[in-house]
């Protein structure tokens, strides 16, 4: 790219006013790279609104956008990244969860020519705090395998933490209709149609404040669908 690129934050949201402050300051602490954000919500009421409120979004480079497909982190994250402009998306959780100290790493990476930048928890470097134990043996067994099986450049093919290039999304039509597996969607989708794809090491805590909207046995499923879908479509 010629001109100097530019990063969009997506930031899905569902009543984060206890952790959206520290989620805004954090990123400004922690990604030097240039950057805009989008809050997407789904409903009026919601705290996160209202914890806004006291700040200047203007100084934080905000942009609210009410969910444009009705509810969900889904459909937030779809909204996100249509809304944008910016040359790369990287998907955060409001939560702390994620390791924003390598997301300027990973905007390198873009800018090298990278598709995919995949935060990983599974490759060497990175580690996985807290969080249910069934949720995080079954996620660290499908990257692994999924690597192994089929040669996705990625041993966290399930984390929500990554970085698109604009090129690679206008080439994906999102199928997801479930939750955060279109993330694995988008990174099997790249990997199969021969985009380049890599992976950085990444810390995943779980949250301190609020509640889990991950739904694993309704969500399930769907990373089932994605998974299989790469196995076959690499073999058959």
Not at 80 to 103: F, N, P, Q
């Amino acid at each position: 790219m010629n001109r100097e690129t530019t990063l969009a934050i997506v930031i899905p949201v569902y009543n984060e006013g206890n952790n959206i402050l520290k989620t805004l300051r954090e990123i400004n602490d922690k990604i030097r790279s240039y950057n805009k954000i989008y809050i997407i919500y789904d409903f009026d009421e919601d705290t996160t609104l209202k914890a806004l409120e006291s700040v200047s979004l203007n100084d934080y480079k905000v942009s609210l956008l009410k969910n444009k497909y009705g509810k969900g982190a889904l459909n937030a994250i779809k909204t996100g990244i249509e809304e944008s402009t910016e040359d790369a998306v990287l998907v955060v959780m409001a939560d702390l969860s994620d390791d924003l100290s390598v997301a300027d790493r990973m905007f390198d990476l873009i800018k090298d020519g990278y598709d995919v930048v995949c935060g990983s928890r599974y490759m060497k470097g990175g580690a996985q705090f807290g969080g249910p134990k069934l949720k995080g043996l079954l996620s660290r067994l499908a990257g692994i395998s999924l690597h192994y099986l089929t040669g996705i450049p990625t041993h966290d093919v399930t984390n929500s933490f990554k970085m698109y290039s604009r090129n690679a999304l206008k080439k994906i039509n999102i199928e997801s209709t479930g939750g955060f597996e279109i993330g694995m969607e988008i990174t099997v989708k790249t990997f199969l149609s021969g985009g380049k794809i890599t992976e950085v090491p990444s810390t995943w805590k779980d949250r301190s404040e609020g509640k889990s909207n991950f739904k694993l046995f309704r969500w399930l499923p769907k990373y089932i669908k994605w998974y299989l879908y790469a196995v076959l479509k690499r073999y058959f």
